[in-house]
């Protein structure tokens, strides 16, 4: 398995300018790759083949006087701008055919300077290099400093340096074979995932939603009001986009690690884990959005799903067309419907039921009845971002000690 592993990094104002030419370099041959795509389609021509495309817009660009600065730049993080490119159609075609699943990919888009994410990518054959002194050697750029929050676990086969929407500075590295398998347990789980509690185990322990969105509301409201006051094209308002841009990362901070600290919690105390597959796109549209957005369910699955592939243990999603929430746990009997306000129900067998409970304790049902039947686990082979630092507490987590008991209570 592949996992990420994300630090911050401080470059020299030097190094800040080398890598904002590169990020523009990256940018302009993705565009250019995309462009050249678009108009032999419009012309009627074929698909320009990968290597053509690279030839045509690298090679060829670099020595035309309007993209001589190209050189400037390391060729691989070029090659890797057309490579996103590549990958984005590849999406796209399969998604048009059905080979994809899930929701419809859009054809590529043009970048722009103005996106709040900017980044470049280096693999191996770029000779980019982790200096016995601590800092990351990049070609062309320089030796960056980098906080080591957590040691990395074997060689990087890749890394993108990443510059936030905060004017922050990341080196996401990219680790194989980290597989850690923990000694076995019995114990099994069933989770029911909802908006009264983030989370209810199928033993009856409920976990609050943190709500780290909803708590941040004021300071967020009181900057983006702000920001709205400043003349646009301002020095002025470019440093309020930015604090803007802060706070909305220190919430997505806080909330990463609430849920790298609960999805490490389950996993060790579990041999398998099961969970109900939530309709997250079809919910994020209606008027429970925002609250759906604040919980991340779908950041929390993913938690789930890689640290169990690490740590030796199973999970499985529950199909969200089970019935879970309308079948009676101790007799089976299908109750029919029930509307989200119905929080406890009585089954005419006499059981009665607090609806979250219960549901989760069918997802366990259900999870280990398919585990049974299953022809083979699914596993993700795509890179998954790596904890930072899960047992030990963020400054920026400091806010949410509540929330941590919380956990630990578990
Ligand atoms: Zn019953």
Same mark, same amino acid.
């Given at each position: 398995?592949?996992?990420?592993?994300?630090?911050?990094?401080?470059?020299?104002?030097? @190094?800040?300018? &080398? =890598?904002?030419?590169?990020?523009? /370099?990256?940018?302009?041959? #993705?565009?250019?790759?995309?462009?050249?795509?678009?108009?032999?389609?419009?012309?009627?021509?074929?698909?320009? &083949?990968?290597?053509?495309?690279?030839?045509?817009?690298?090679? @060829?660009?670099?020595?035309?006087?309007?993209?001589?600065?190209?050189?400037?730049?390391?060729?691989?993080?070029?090659?890797?701008?057309?490579?996103?490119?590549?990958?984005?159609?590849?999406?796209?075609?399969?998604?048009?055919?059905?080979?994809?699943?899930?929701?419809?990919?859009?054809?590529?888009?043009?970048? &722009?300077?103005?996106?709040?994410? @900017?980044?470049?990518?280096?693999?191996?054959?770029?000779?980019?290099?982790?200096?016995?002194?601590?800092?990351?050697? =990049?070609?062309?750029?320089?030796?960056?400093?980098?906080?080591?929050?957590?040691?990395?676990?074997?060689?990087?086969?890749?890394?993108?340096?990443?510059?936030?929407?905060?004017?922050?500075?990341?080196?996401?590295?990219?680790?194989?074979?980290?597989?850690?398998?923990?000694?076995?347990?019995?114990a099994e789980v069933?989770?029911?995932?909802?908006?009264?509690?983030?989370?209810?185990?199928?033993?009856?322990?409920?976990?609050?939603?943190?709500?780290?969105?909803?708590? $941040?509301?004021?300071?967020?409201?009181?900057?983006?009001?702000?920001?709205?006051?400043?003349?646009?094209?301002?020095?002025?308002? &470019?440093?309020?986009?930015?604090?803007?841009?802060?706070?909305?990362?220190?919430?997505?901070?806080?909330?990463?690690?609430?849920?790298?600290?609960?999805?490490?919690?389950?996993?060790?105390?579990n041999q398998a884990v099961y969970?109900?597959?939530?309709?997250?796109?079809?919910?994020?549209?209606?008027? =429970? $959005?925002?609250?759906?957005?604040?919980?991340?369910?779908?950041? #929390?699955?993913?938690?789930?799903?890689?640290?169990?592939? +690490?740590?030796?243990?199973? #999970?499985? +999603?529950?199909?969200?067309?089970?019935?879970?929430?309308?079948?009676?746990?101790? /007799?089976?009997?299908?109750?029919?419907?029930?509307? =989200?306000?119905?929080?406890?129900?009585?089954?005419? /067998?006499?059981?009665?039921?607090?609806?979250?409970?219960?549901?989760?304790?069918?997802?366990l049902? @259900?999870?280990r009845?398919?585990?049974?039947?299953?022809?083979?686990?699914?596993?993700?082979?795509?890179?998954?971002?790596?904890?930072? +630092?899960?047992?030990?507490?963020?400054?920026?987590?400091?806010?949410?000690?509540?929330?941590?008991?919380?956990?630990?209570?578990?």
């Amino acid at each position: 398995m592949q996992l990420r592993y994300n630090y911050r990094v401080y470059p020299t104002p030097g @190094q800040q300018a &080398s =890598l904002a030419r590169a990020f523009g /370099c990256a940018r302009v041959v #993705f565009n250019d790759g995309l462009r050249a795509r678009q108009q032999a389609h419009e012309a009627g021509e074929a698909y320009l &083949s990968d290597g053509d495309l690279s030839k045509r817009v690298i090679t @060829q660009a670099k020595r035309t006087p309007e993209r001589a600065w190209l050189g400037e730049v390391s060729a691989v993080v070029l090659q890797q701008a057309l490579a996103d490119l590549n990958a984005a159609y590849r999406n796209f075609f399969a998604s048009l055919s059905g080979k994809r699943k899930g929701r419809k990919v859009a054809p590529p888009r043009f970048r &722009s300077r103005k996106d709040n994410r @900017q980044a470049i990518r280096f693999t191996a054959n770029a000779r980019f290099k982790v200096l016995d002194n601590g800092r990351l050697r =990049l070609p062309k750029i320089g030796d960056l400093a980098v906080r080591w929050s957590r040691q990395l676990p074997a060689a990087p086969t890749s890394v993108t340096v990443i510059r936030d929407a905060a004017g922050r500075y990341f080196a996401s590295f990219v680790v194989a074979n980290t597989d850690d398998p923990l000694p076995p347990v019995d114990a099994e789980v069933g989770i029911d995932l909802g908006l009264t509690h983030f989370a209810v185990l199928f033993n009856g322990k409920k976990i609050t939603a943190p709500k780290f969105l909803r708590r $941040a509301a004021r300071t967020l409201r009181r900057l983006q009001q702000d920001l709205s006051r400043k003349q646009p094209g301002s020095n002025n308002r &470019s440093k309020a986009v930015v604090k803007v841009a802060r706070a909305h990362a220190r919430v997505a901070d806080t909330r990463r690690d609430w849920q790298h600290k609960l999805s490490t919690r389950i996993i060790r105390d579990n041999q398998a884990v099961y969970v109900e597959d939530l309709c997250v796109t079809g919910l994020g549209r209606t008027r =429970l $959005a925002k609250s759906v957005h604040d919980a991340g369910w779908a950041s #929390f699955t993913a938690m789930l799903e890689y640290k169990a592939a +690490r740590y030796g243990r199973s #999970f499985r +999603r529950i199909g969200r067309f089970v019935p879970t929430s309308q079948t009676c746990s101790t /007799c089976g009997r299908l109750d029919g419907p029930k509307p =989200l306000s119905v929080r406890s129900w009585t089954c005419p /067998c006499g059981a009665v039921h607090d609806r979250d409970v219960n549901a989760a304790i069918n997802i366990l049902a @259900q999870g280990r009845w398919e585990s049974l039947n299953a022809c083979g686990a699914q596993v993700r082979p795509a890179p998954v971002p790596a904890p930072r +630092r899960e047992a030990g507490i963020h400054p920026h987590t400091a806010c949410s000690t509540r929330s941590v008991e919380g956990i630990s209570a578990l």
